[in-house]
């Protein structure tokens, strides 16, 4: 069974930085790609970056600039650097990644949210 562990969320100031980090472990035969989707209060949860195994990177519009994705595929780690948070960067953070499993098949995984909370 294929699971995906996050870290590094927390509360931090208008202008701040934070910096996620996700784990694959178990058994699988590759990751594909993987990413980041975010739910803020109240709303539903929205696509915020991926970046594919050669590192193609996509991005929503409301976080260019400010925020970076990369991986490391040795470690099957998926990083969110975050600087520039603004109030309405305040959502649970969850990692994902389209996993390869050893039978052949693609399988979608999701990790358990990790909570981003921008306020002075």
């Known amino acids: 069974q294929v699971q995906l562990v996050e870290s590094g969320g927390g509360l931090v100031q208008p202008g701040g930085s934070l910096r996620l980090s996700c784990t694959a472990s178990?058994?699988?035969?590759?990751?594909?790609?993987m990413g980041w989707y975010r739910q803020a209060p109240g709303k539903e949860r929205e696509l915020v970056t991926t970046i594919s195994s050669i590192g193609g990177t996509n991005y929503v519009d409301s976080v260019k600039g400010r925020f970076t994705i990369s991986r490391d595929n040795a470690e099957k780690t998926v990083y969110l650097q975050m600087n520039s948070l603004k109030p309405e960067d305040t959502a649970v953070y969850y990692c994902?990644?389209?996993?390869?499993?050893?039978?052949?098949?693609?399988?979608?995984?999701w990790g358990q949210g990790t909570t981003v909370t921008v306020s002075s």
């Open positions: 178990g058994s699988m035969a590759s990751v594909n790609v």
């Open positions: 994902y990644a389209r996993v390869l499993t050893v039978y052949g098949r693609f399988l979608q995984v």
